[in-house]
């Protein structure tokens, strides 16, 4: 996937799922993950030359495994977003007062808590995170395999409680392809230090989904195209469009 490859598939989920108003202020959780990058870069470009003019806005939350975040400080510069780090405990809470044995969901919820406050911080009424494809379908799985339901995670999610709206612009596009766009494009990758990386449920699901494509190469699609069809609670899209 290139640059051009990467703004098309963003403007096409953000044109599908009426992501974007004009006045819009943006906030992307940048992790310094590739896809969090990955959609950093999407929207900036975007920005750019899309019709209904919106601003970006890079946020970090620290969570306090001592990373340096000067790389992505330093991207956010050459795109033109303005970037904001914000520290948090959310490392010392996790594994250290609490010593979670099962971490991620308490981190994750810790996580979506401290972003949605900075965005807010920010001016930010939206905020746009790094899922693709592969997380849409591994977390349909998750569902079903673990919980017994069909559910995964919608383009567009509004949350009462804080007035921010969610936004995933990168659905259109595989893991494969943002690991090879932040390859080519040099993008500061950082490492994720966290001690549960690697031993989680969605990476038994994604081994379980490696098997599946030895028999069916395209299973991924075929089950994204599944969701939509279906389709499953908040992927209809939007009845009127400009």
């Known amino acids: 996937m290139d640059l051009q490859q990467l703004y098309s598939r963003v403007r096409r989920c953000v044109d ?122 591994e977390t349909f799985l998750m569902s079903l395999i673990y919980e017994g339901r069909l559910a995964t995670f919608a383009p567009v999610t509004y949350l009462d409680r804080t007035g921010i709206t969610v936004l995933r612009p990168l659905l259109y596009c595989r893991e494969y392809e943002t690991r090879s766009f932040a390859a080519e494009a040099a993008l500061p ?16 699901v994604k081994e379980i989904a490696a098997g599946l494509r030895e028999e069916r190469a395209d299973i991924y699609e075929k089950i994204f195209g599944a969701i939509r069809r279906c389709p499953l609670k908040g992927w209809e899209e939007p009845l009127t469009k400009e």
């Open 16 to 137: 599908e799922y009426a992501m974007i108003e004009a006045g819009d202020r943006i906030a992307v959780g940048v992790s310094g993950g590739k896809d969090s990058l990955c959609a950093l870069v999407g929207l900036a470009g975007l920005a750019r030359f899309y019709p209904k003019k919106f601003e970006v806005v890079g946020i970090t939350l620290d969570l306090g495994y001592g990373a340096d975040w000067s790389p992505v400080a330093d991207l956010c510069r050459e795109l033109g977003v303005e970037y904001r780090v914000v520290p948090t405990q959310i490392k010392q809470i996790v594994f250290d007062v609490r010593k979670e044995s099962n971490p991620c969901a308490l981190c994750a919820n810790l996580r979506r808590g401290a972003l949605n406050t900075a965005a807010l911080s920010a001016g930010c009424g939206k905020v746009a995170l790094g899922h693709h494809t592969d997380d849409a379908v």
């Open 189 to 204: 990758v950082t490492k994720n230090p966290c001690p549960a990386d690697g031993g989680t449920k969605r990476q038994r």
